[in-house]
């Protein structure tokens, strides 16, 4: 039993979590901390990155096991830059959690155009999600996982997905008495195929590199409580078998499963934690 127990200490290791500040992302963080993992908060901007690393030390965690880095996930040179200052740090990534993404909102509009129903969606905006939810998670893991892949001593890449890698969205979620087919809100594509392509990435990198330690594993959580309208949330409460939505700390078990040698045999696997929703 101790011997299990001590597979979840990460002590030593050090985890890049990409997309830090977010609502999940600091969840990650604080899951990581927990087993003892050092972490790497990198985000687009500082003032994300100074108001997540504030909530990690106001719960108490160890500054010194915190460090944070500007990092535009669509841009190589900018991860490779990050790559090149943890190095002249000594510091090894030895897990990467690629969470970036944007979460589009279901109800844009501008004028009496619903811009999220694909009649509507821009090539430039599908463009902009595609590059930080699925280019970014490709050009961290070119990074990152070939560094763990180089020195023969491995590491864990964990992408986040959804349960919309599973199934498709819902469109009745969002629908709205009174209005007509053409403006109703609607999950825009993006979030499914990005969702979806992350899946196949991890994938692809759980067989690319197994020779050399470098394990990899997708999280495609449900529905998370976050100040969503009432109505929505009843509506989504009665299409998941457990009643409810999860809560935010729900994925922390996870999290720390995932990324720690409490997992060492699990590869290629996308765990879905929905509360059901997806077997029905």
Avoid at 19 to 31: D, E, N, S
Avoid at 86 to 100: G, M, S, W, Y
Avoid at 207 to 226: H, I, Q
Wanted: proline letters at 2%; aromatic letters at 6%.
């Amino acid at each position: 039993m101790e011997k299990k127990i001590s597979e979840f200490n990460n002590q030593g290791k050090y985890a890049l979590v990409t997309g830090a500040g977010g609502l999940l992302g600091i969840q990650h963080c604080k899951a990581l901390l927990e087993i003892d993992t050092s972490v790497i908060l990198t985000d687009i901007n500082n003032e994300i990155l100074d108001n997540a690393s504030k909530v990690l030390l106001d719960e108490g965690f160890d500054k010194n096991k915190i460090l944070c880095f500007e990092m535009d996930v669509t841009k190589e040179e900018s991860i490779k830059n990050v790559a090149r200052k943890l190095e002249d740090k000594k510091i090894r990534i030895d897990i990467l959690i690629n969470n970036a993404a944007i979460n589009p909102s279901a109800s844009s509009l501008s004028g009496a155009v619903r811009t999220t129903r694909l009649e509507n969606f821009s090539l430039d905006r599908w463009n902009l999600e595609v590059s930080v939810g699925l280019t970014g998670a490709f050009l961290c893991s070119k990074v990152f996982g070939t560094a763990m892949a180089s020195d023969g001593e491995g590491g864990v890449i964990l992408n986040i997905a959804s349960d919309l890698s599973v199934i498709a969205p819902d469109q009745n979620l969002y629908r709205q008495d009174g209005l007509a087919d053409d403006i109703q809100a609607v999950k825009p594509v993006t979030y499914s195929v990005i969702k979806t392509g992350i899946v196949g990435l991890t994938r692809y990198l759980s067989s690319y590199w197994p020779d050399k330690g470098v394990r990899a594993n997708a999280l495609s959580p449900g529905g998370v409580y976050v100040d969503q309208d009432e109505e929505f949330v009843t509506r989504l409460k009665n299409r998941i078998p457990m009643g409810r939505m999860a809560d935010q700390d729900e994925y922390v078990g996870a999290i720390q499963f995932l990324c720690s040698d409490a997992s060492k045999y699990m590869n290629g696997q996308n765990i879905v934690i929905d509360g059901g929703r997806s077997v029905i």
